[in-house]
């Protein structure tokens, strides 16, 4: 067990070494007080470990990104907002080398990356973002700017930056920025996350340890249940610091990588607390997960957490659709530390109805459905459905 | 190819030779002008075919049912709404058991079906349900008083009946009545229908027709994805016309079938409009229907239903994630006879965006998605998921 500490900074992408970062708006976001093109530079190249979305459709940045050869490192990440550059064909992905070659006039980039969130069908204002090229300063460093650029329908920014310090008294810096509010909206495309990194990680930690740290996060949270297009989460790192410790990397990773995606939650679209869905007791991993996710995306569990009504007979019955082995009699359903649903416990009566009330005022609640059948569990995040997702969806776009 | 005219008749249950049913209000529905438990009774005994839900935790009525062996017969089914009977363990069993026992005093039954809706996880209130029998005048015909007093957060009552006339010139009649709203609302639960005939059907005819009318019907609707305790449909058959033709049997039941599921889905809680989604040129009949059922069940195209937004990418991207085999090179979409995306032409100009809106703003349309890599095809039916929904859903109980 290696000894580190770990301190959260300010100023997000800035604190990394050899890492710039800015935004400028182009004219495609009408708010020009915000930004709509980001970038995030390194003065020598990075390794890049990318975890894409399972949409058959993914957009055209992701299928640009797929062309570069097996472990190919870069200097260069550009990002728009309010166009995802998805179902856009051919034509998509040759706006995206038109814009790279432009960029390289300006700017030496090496195997540049673009990454798009916004609405699907439509071709890239090219010439605009090309214009974006005179006016940014590549050699800035303007976490805020970059975090607030690639924000769609989220209400507040989400950026995060830990500095780790070794028991050699050694240090690095993880540093991150996403976007994500609908988790996940076709729509709008995305939730998009970039983490950077000058830890000397070897790519083949990378790579794993992004890969396992999504599942813990990303992948267990739902706003919607819908998967978009464009969904990026990448980590590149330069391994400017010289310092590394798996132990450590992977415990910030995992945690900036949580952090982001709680914050995605409780950004959720018209959403007002965060539930946590704790399935175990399950006969196997794949029936725990499967029964959690069930909970967290249903439509009727998630209009019962915004009325606050402790009605848990819509738990039990999402459980019982979801199509794992489960119980009756062995199935015991606790909100927080209070048992709202046993086999000897069925009916609620007035005192835990009352309790039961008080925790579903809170802002954030577990729900912990034990299935009695045997060791596997699962832990998945969601949140309220209210009028304002109804809202903010309907009226998306026009 | 035989002749056989079909027409509508008024008062539903009423026409079919040999049934009697009505309703009384023992006091679990607030409103006593509407009823809450109702009954449906033969003079002579009835074969009886069921489809009931696949949820796991099958509510009491479902269990009890499940205890008469294969092929029984009866000739009395009794419903109650605003209690679901469901996760009451063995005691919602003898709840039924006692009730039956008290309606035998009363009234000659053999087989007695109990069937019911309402809120998962309450005790059936047994003494005001068997106060009922001493009200309830078994030999009545009040088909309205029973289709109305089986509705939940229906907003109209669901009774159809028809009356078939064979070439011959013998006639036989099919009615039903029915409830849902929520598709499939499990906290209120359920979708339940009750289908009568006095045509001489086989059993075995009865079997199969309703299990493939059941998957033309009510298993190709949704409003809220979520399957619940209760589901319930039913054919009673007594044989009382002696007439009885199969494809005249067939196409009114899949008729009367379909019909019920569209007015339930029009009644979707806060629903305003109806849409097929049919997916053709699939590869296979899975891919068809996994795709439909995709469409029909996403948040993202529910809302942007609600908003008539042309948004076509929620559509695509929904297919997308879908899993099946899709290529967005051969993917076109229609709405009804436009031409929304195509490889060819992938962005919306104003002139069919207004066209589109034209569209969507109608009560009912089709939106239809061609994959383009084979034969198969599914529709599915949906609605658009409005403030109301949310309003409905999370008020409900409390």
Redesign the interface.
Known sequence: MSKFTISAIENGLENVEGFYCGATNVGMRPDETQGDVAFIRSDTMCDISAVFT?????AAPIKHFQQYPQNFKTNFVLINAKN?N????E?GIEDIQTIMSALFSKQAVNNPIMSSTG?????LPVDKIISAFDTLDFNEKNSNAAACAIMTTDSFKKELAYKIKLEDGNTFHIAAICKGA?MI???M?TMLCFIITDADVPKSDMDALLLSSTEKSFNRISV??????NDTVMLLSNKKSGNYNKEAFETVLNKIMFELAMMILRDGEGANKLVAFEVKGAKSLDDAKTASMALSN???VK??L??E?P????I??????S??A?D??KLTIHYDDLLI?S?AY???DATREKQAYTIMKKDMFTITCDLGLGEESYISYGCD???D???I??????
């Open positions: 399972n949409n058959t459709f993914q995802a998805a179902m856009t064909g034509k609405v699907i069908g439509y071709r609908g909206n076709p729509a495309a919607d249940g819908d998967t978009s297009t249903s439509l009727l209009t019962a915004f009325g009504d009605n848990w007979g819509r039990a019955s999402t459980i019982g659709a199509g794992i489960c009756e009699k649903y086999d069925r009916e609620l459905l209210s009028y997702y109804v809202k969806n309907a009226e998306y776009r026009t």
